[in-house]
């Protein structure tokens, strides 16, 4: 199965600012999406990248807080954008490649102070 | 939407089977049940899945039931490396986004 490699793995920020997450595969993926992990919670899924167009985002997460891109099927990035400390979580990206399985990087853990 | 039921949390004894349930009472016919874990400070990682056979791999097992309104993971010699939260989640084979519920924190113990 297809390998994730996420970066930066953790960074404090301060609040009011932005963070890019950066999300490499190392073979294609046919999907990519982006998960936000609160301190304690499961995982919950923030929106789906897609390759060329907009990202499909879910109920609960808009373009202008959570910026994507995909600009090919081993590469996305997540944008935290006018960071607040309820934005400190652990953010991960997955892939899947035809067949059923997810894969997982290894997360961002964001701290806003 | 998350629609799984488990357990909070589960203790078991290094050594022992490791049997985690899950409740899917309103699983449709097309919908797989699937079973990540997420090992502390991990991206979780897949475990088996399958839709109405008992299924096994080198990691694990899965037994559902026939009614198929739950299943049980079961990990037949867990060991410390095994305590993680472990998430049942129910699917379409072709749907692909995965919606986590709260899983189920497996403590092993010396």
């Known amino acids: 199965s297809a390998v994730i490699s996420q970066k930066p793995s953790r960074d404090i920020c301060q609040r009011g600012t932005s963070l890019t997450i950066q999300c490499q595969v190392d073979?294609?993926?046919?999907?990519m999406f982006w998960y936000r992990q609160q301190p304690g919670q499961s995982l919950t899924l923030i929106a789906t990248a897609n390759q060329g167009s907009e990202a499909t985002y879910e109920s609960g997460f808009v373009i202008d807080k959570f910026p994507i891109s995909r600009p090919n099927l081993t590469f996305s990035t997540l944008t935290v954008s006018n960071m607040s400390p309820e934005d400190s979580s652990i953010y991960l990206c997955?892939?899947?490649?035809?067949?059923?399985?997810?894969?997982f990087g290894s997360g961002t853990r964001l701290t806003v102070v | 939407d998350a629609k799984t039921t488990q357990p909070p949390s589960m203790d078991c004894a290094e050594g022992r089977a490791a049997n985690l349930p899950c409740n899917h009472s309103?699983?449709?016919?097309?919908?797989?049940v699937y079973w990540y874990r997420q090992i502390h400070s991990q991206g979780p990682q897949y475990i088996i899945h399958g839709l109405k056979n008992n299924e096994t791999n080198e990691m694990a097992s899965l037994i559902i039931t026939e009614d198929r309104k739950s299943s049980t993971l079961i990990l037949p010699h867990a060991t410390l490396r095994d305590t993680a939260v472990y998430y049942c989640i129910v699917k379409p084979y072709n749907f692909n986004k995965f919606y986590f519920g709260s899983g189920t924190k497996l403590n092993v113990k010396p």
């Open positions: 997955s892939g899947i490649q035809g067949g059923y399985g997810y894969t």
């Open positions: 309103t699983i449709s016919g097309n919908e797989y």
């Open positions: 073979s294609q993926v046919t999907m």
